[in-house]
């Protein structure tokens, strides 16, 4: 049965270990995406350790089981390190993140039959659309369970977004929360200069989704926000949260940059993040 | 078997033989569900929704979406049938269909109308010619293309009971009505003979399939002995089946109403290639987009018809016998 800990304390330390795994793995094979992932962190921690309710014995068609679905699968290292330490995995397979002949690629697949993933993502705007069907899935199934998807704000560009927007409110899929991680940042710079998505609560709303805003990063705040938008579901309309999260957040030569999008630190940096993310669990 | 007794029985749409084939397997299948497009009526739905509605999904004009909500409807054991024009099936499509359905291999059947030059007067925006070449190239995809309205049905049967994600391509018109209604005619993966011969194999899909045997009936009254393979199973080919055929005519014609550059042609040409080099002529479009105009008029202006075949494979026996001397 998933891991259920109440107390915040816990749950920060939890996250304070899984942003030094997401450090660790990114230096080692000196690629993949650090700064979505630490703002990420918060969350994930959250759901798989206090939210969702799901068995580790993992199963690609999740009965009565809540389900996860990662969009933006480029913060695959807060996702993987959250799947192992979540016990769906030994956390030692963390070394072989992005290496060849491993379960851990770049970008999550169920192609190598990672436990814990249920899609590929990679290519962006496709998750929201996929989380849908999967509710629908389970409303025809009669299964009571929810479905969770995270997208990148940036993802919002992508024109299928909107497309799963305008279907779930009009099929009334309500027993799905979007998670919309709005750190303001992406590749080529912030949001508001690359293409600015302006106001994603007021688009939401018009779009006909019930929309909750929350600090990403406050751990008491995601716990709380998530438990009340859990009450909001099954009421007829789609959820969404828009939480507001700082990218690198926890190293803080990484933090507000989209320099740290797909960066990973050298050897000098990796002790300096380290020194800031203490192992409180066994390093993998 | 002779070319000469098979008979066209009616004719009717292939895309009927979809309708009726989805209603059918629905009744037996309770995870069968049908998703459309905005394109139910084209895609004969109609006895479908009117029987299963829950089990309809209307998607709107959104085709890229539907291919994420099918590819999620699997999560929890339902069959998605996606519907839509088979240009909307795939070339607007490629990228959700090749993350969400074949790399997370999802058991998804794709099911696509209205393909190539015989949907007709709508023009070269809706008539793909490209779309074999481009799911076939997908890890994992099955391409089923059947030759009428029987062997939709079937075969519309059939990708329910076969795990993984499926691209099944059929067309507008009505046509030529002719294969076996026995359910054991038609298994995936299994090409099958119109006739048996020994100087020449002509290989077709689809709606050529009735034009090879119009071909091959009037090559057999000129003195030729020919061999007509539907292959209907694109992917995974029956290799065995080509194989055999090849050795014994030494020759063949490709049939397909699909670009000669990624169809049914370059299927053949490769395990020619790699096992038993033979000249090949190939019957499909030449690198080109369609036009406006009836499907026998554009048939015929596009080089798909009866006589192309016919010439096609005197051209190849007559290539086969210079490669004697």
């Known amino acids: ?284 | 078997m002779s070319l000469q007794s098979i008979k066209l029985v009616d004719e009717k749409e292939t895309r009927a033989g979809f309708g009726d084939g989805i209603f059918e397997v629905a009744a037996k299948n309770s995870k069968v569900i049908a998703l459309t497009a905005d394109l139910a009526g084209s895609l004969k739905l109609n006895k479908f929704i009117k029987e299963f509605p829950n089990r309809f999904i209307q998607c709107g004009i959104a085709e890229a979406n539907m291919m994420g909500i099918a590819a999620g409807l699997t999560i929890g054991g339902y069959i998605p049938y996606t519907t839509t024009f088979a240009n909307f099936s795939t070339g607007r499509v490629y990228d959700q269909i090749r993350q969400s359905i074949a790399y997370s291999n999802k058991n998804v059947k794709i099911c696509a109308s209205h393909a190539g030059l015989t949907l007709g007067e709508d023009g070269a925006t809706h008539q793909i010619l490209e779309d074999i070449g481009l799911m076939k190239m997908l890890p994992g995809m099955t391409v089923i293309v059947p030759c009428d309205y029987n062997q939709t049905k079937q075969a519309t049967m059939a990708i329910a009971d076969y795990f993984g994600p499926v691209y099944l391509r059929f067309g507008r018109p009505k046509w030529a009505n002719f294969s076996s209604t026995d359910s054991n005619s038609f298994i995936i993966g299994k090409a099958q003979y119109f006739s048996h011969g020994t100087d020449i194999t002509i290989f077709a899909c689809g709606h050529l399939v009735w034009k090879a045997i119009e071909a091959g009936k009037i090559l057999e009254q000129k003195g030729l002995s020919v061999e007509v393979i539907n292959v209907h199973t694109i992917k995974p080919i029956d290799t065995a089946s080509v194989l055999e055929s090849i050795r014994k005519t030494k020759c063949a014609v490709t049939c397909e109403e699909h670009n000669i550059i990624g169809g049914l042609g370059d299927a053949i040409a490769q395990i020619s290639a790699r096992h038993q080099p033979i000249p090949i002529e190939y019957v499909g479009t030449l690198d080109t987009f369609g036009e406006s105009g009836k499907p026998t008029e554009l048939l015929k202006k596009y080089g798909l018809d009866t006589v192309n075949i016919v010439q096609a494979a005197e051209k190849v026996v007559q290539r086969k016998k210079d490669n004697k001397k």
């Open chain 1, 1 to 284: 049965m998933s891991p259920h800990i109440n107390d915040i304390v816990e749950l920060e330390k939890v996250a304070v270990q899984i942003r030094r795994d997401i450090v660790r793995m990114v230096h080692q094979v000196q690629s993949g995406h650090p700064g979505g992932s630490l703002g990420c962190t918060d969350l994930l921690v959250a759901l798989y350790f206090r939210i969702m309710r799901y068995e580790k014995s993992f199963n690609m068609d999740g009965r009565n089981e809540d389900l996860f679905f990662l969009s933006n699968g480029h913060i695959s290292p807060v996702f993987y390190a959250t799947l192992a330490r979540a016990g769906f995995f030994d956390p030692s397979e963390l070394h072989t993140f992005r290496k060849i002949n491993a379960r851990l690629q770049g970008h999550p697949t169920t192609h190598d039959h990672l436990p814990g993933v249920r899609m590929s993502s990679g290519s962006l705007g496709q998750g929201v659309s996929v989380a849908i069907g999967a509710a629908m899935s389970k409303k025809l199934n009669q299964d009571d369970k929810l479905v969770y998807c995270l997208t990148g704000d940036g993802e919002l560009q992508e024109g299928q977004i909107w497309e799963g927007l305008m279907f779930a409110s009009h099929h009334q899929v309500d027993n799905l929360i979007m998670l919309i991680d709005h750190n303001g940042q992406q590749i080529d710079g912030p949001t508001k200069t690359v293409m600015n998505l302006a106001n994603c609560k007021d688009k939401l709303l018009a779009f006909g989704w019930f929309v909750i805003e929350m600090n990403g990063n406050n751990m008491n705040e995601v716990v709380d926000s998530l438990e009340y938008a859990v009450t909001c579901t099954k009421k007829s309309q789609p959820v969404a949260i828009v939480m507001t999260t700082i990218m690198g957040k926890g190293v803080d030569f990484m933090e507000g940059t989209h320099e740290w999008h797909g960066i990973a630190p050298n050897d000098e940096q990796l002790v300096k993040a380290l020194k800031q993310l203490p192992s409180i669990m066994k390093d993998y």
